[in-house]
């Protein structure tokens, strides 16, 4: 199995500018996670996904984060628009439910 | 709310020393404890895990107890190498939290030759 496949793998854009970052689970699982890891606030839950239907996105900071989950292969965390406090690390995870959490590589956002 | 805390880091050790790095944890009910590690520039993986209160999980020369009267679940390893150097999150899962994760703030080790 080719793991969780996150892209970009990195990504420098301009504040005001739309991010896209991209999640494929890993085929089976039916629960997806999306976090973000700064030096500041640590590894932070932004939202969560059961079956494709968004369970908790308490995490997600403001209205400038958007996540959707179209099918069990892909999902999207868009950020519009970006400011440079958004600059982190943001890791894709899956999971079937209540088993083992498996991390993607992340993608590097860089807001300038 | 659910909580996890570690103790503060960078750890460094040097090679073959003992390493214990503690983790405390609040929580309603009995969750489900974790050590995931992050070498540098990958993702997380999960190290061991322990569901329910006297479990031992192990894996790799490390090893951490459920310990449900200190609500600990400290990570002990007895010869560390230089590969272990990462760093080292603590985490729980609530009952009936589907699969939502709760990390400490993570904890760096380095190991010297």
């Known amino acids: 199995d080719a793991g969780v496949i996150q892209s970009p793998r990195h990504e420098v854009t301009e504040m005001g500018q739309e991010v896209t970052l991209r999640c494929k689970p890993i085929?089976?699982?039916?629960?997806l996670f999306w976090y973000r890891q700064t030096m500041m606030r640590g590894l932070e839950l932004l939202i969560y996904?059961?079956?494709?239907?968004?369970?908790?996105d308490s995490g997600m900071p403001e209205d400038r984060f958007s996540a959707k989950m179209p099918n069990a292969s892909f999902s999207t965390l868009k950020i519009q628009p970006s400011e440079p406090r958004d600059s982190a690390v943001y890791f894709c995870?899956?999971?079937?439910?209540?088993?083992?959490?498996?991390f993607g590589p992340g993608t590097r956002l860089t807001v300038t | 709310g659910d909580s996890v805390t570690q103790m503060e880091g960078p750890v460094t050790l040097s090679e073959e020393a003992f390493l214990t790095i503690n983790c405390t944890y609040t929580?309603?009910?009995?969750?489900?404890l974790f050590w995931y590690v992050q070498y540098p520039g990958e993702g997380l993986q999960l190290l061991l895990k322990?569901?329910?209160?006297?479990d031992k999980g192990s894996n790799k020369g490390f090893e951490a107890t459920y310990r449900k009267e200190t609500t600990s679940f400290h990570l002990e390893k007895g010869s560390v190498q230089v590969s272990d150097s990462a760093v080292y999150f603590c985490?729980?899962?609530?009952?009936?939290?589907?699969?939502?994760?709760?990390f400490g703030q993570g904890t760096e080790l380095s190991v010297k030759p």
């Open positions: 929580a309603t009910g009995y969750p489900s």
């Open positions: 995870a899956s999971s079937q439910t209540f088993y083992e959490q498996y």
């Open positions: 085929s089976g699982h039916n629960s």
């Open positions: 996904f059961n079956n494709n239907v968004p369970i908790d």
């Open positions: 985490a729980l899962e609530g009952r009936n939290q589907g699969g939502k994760l709760i």
């Open positions: 322990a569901t329910k209160a006297d």
